[in-house]
């Protein structure tokens, strides 16, 4: 039988233009009133495992500021998948994975990222004793989870002491107290590789952790991409268009200027805390508590009412 593939349409511009153009075509939904503690982890599993599912943002989350959320789920079907990549959503999902196939297989020429001054990231600005990593509705995503995981649907920002290069990586991310973050990195994953370079010196690394970044750069900081590319410049040039990027007050590093919260940080070779467990999508826990790197953020930026892109592993089916 012939296929119609999918017609490509311009990619979203940030979270929040993906939002809107999700929900246009019926495949967003607001919960009010889930708490982080438990319900959140346990709606978004079941959302998992449910077909068809909507996209969902948690809103109200007792015991935080209206208006900061969490949305989960966001890439739990084909036409959320293709409104990511910039394709038609009401294509067949056998025509999105031949599109993708073939747009790998011609590859895909970067576009640097852009440069700006200034962007909707800074819309809120805590430096010094403001500071607060609490103030999010992290979740507890699973039952015996060290912790509350802020950091799942997001990426940290780091750059080889050697050569420059700027990476985006996937990794989970507790929160600890007001000012410091687990930082947790798997063993061969390029930030890993980063941060050996830097402890080997004696030095501290500096992170930018995004916890609502685009969709896309999501994505690819998901996906294994050719070593030394930066993952701004694969994702524009997936998307057609550069990504926007601001130099981070603190740590220099490029950070999404339209990203929903950031925050900026320094690691220490010689400090660690007690991080995870964490659950995992084989239905274990993985990495038993025990003490792992810790970031001390310095500085959060953060849209009016931001949303955390969360993405937490749970046993298939899942997003």
């Known amino acids: ?5 999918p017609t490509r349409t311009d990619t979203p511009t940030d979270l929040r233009d993906w939002l809107k153009r999700i929900d246009a075509i019926g495949e967003l939904q607001v919960v009010t009133g889930a708490n982080a503690e438990e319900d959140i982890g346990m709606a978004t599993e079941l959302l998992g495992r449910t077909r068809p599912s909507k996209a969902t943002i948690f809103d109200e989350v007792p015991g935080y500021q209206a208006g900061f959320r969490v949305l989960s789920n966001g890439l739990g079907s084909f036409a959320r998948i ?3 990549l910039g394709l038609d959503p009401n294509a067949a999902p056998h025509d999105l994975v031949k599109t993708w196939q ?3 297989r011609k590859g895909i020429e970067p576009i640097e990222a852009e ?6 990231v800074f819309e809120n600005v805590m430096r010094g004793d403001q500071v607060d990593c609490t103030i999010f509705p992290a979740p ?3 039952e015996f989870d060290g912790g509350r995981y802020i950091g799942t649907g997001s990426f940290d920002i780091t750059r080889d002491p050697d050569d420059g290069w700027v990476n985006l990586g996937t990794y989970r991310v507790m929160v600890h107290d007001k000012t410091r973050l687990g930082f947790y990195i798997s063993p061969g994953k390029h930030g890993r590789q980063h941060r050996d370079k830097y402890f080997a010196r004696k030095e501290r690394m500096p992170v930018a952790f995004c916890a609502g970044g685009d969709p896309l750069l999501f994505l690819a900081a998901c996906t294994e991409i050719p070593f030394g590319l930066t993952e701004y410049d694969w994702a524009g040039g997936l998307r057609g268009t550069p990504f926007r990027v601001v130099t981070g007050p603190v740590t220099g590093l490029p950070i999404p200027a339209d990203a929903e919260i950031v925050m900026e940080g320094f690691v220490d070779p010689d400090e ?6 964490f659950g995992e999508w084989t239905g274990y826990y993985a990495s038993m508590d025990r003490p792992e790197p810790v970031m001390r953020v310095e500085a959060i930026y953060h849209r009016n009412d931001p949303v955390i892109l969360a993405s937490p592993p749970n046993v298939p089916p899942d997003e």
């Not at 039988?1 to 593939?5: D, G, L, P, Q, V």
């Not at 660690?272 to 467990?277: A, I, K, L, Q």
């Open 1 to 5: 039988m012939a296929t119609t593939m």
């Open 82 to 84: 293709a409104v990511t």
């Open 102 to 104: 073939e747009r790998v």
């Open 115 to 120: 440069v700006v001054k200034d962007g909707p």
């Open 140 to 142: 507890k995503w699973h």
């Open 272 to 277: 660690r805390e007690v991080e995870g467990p």
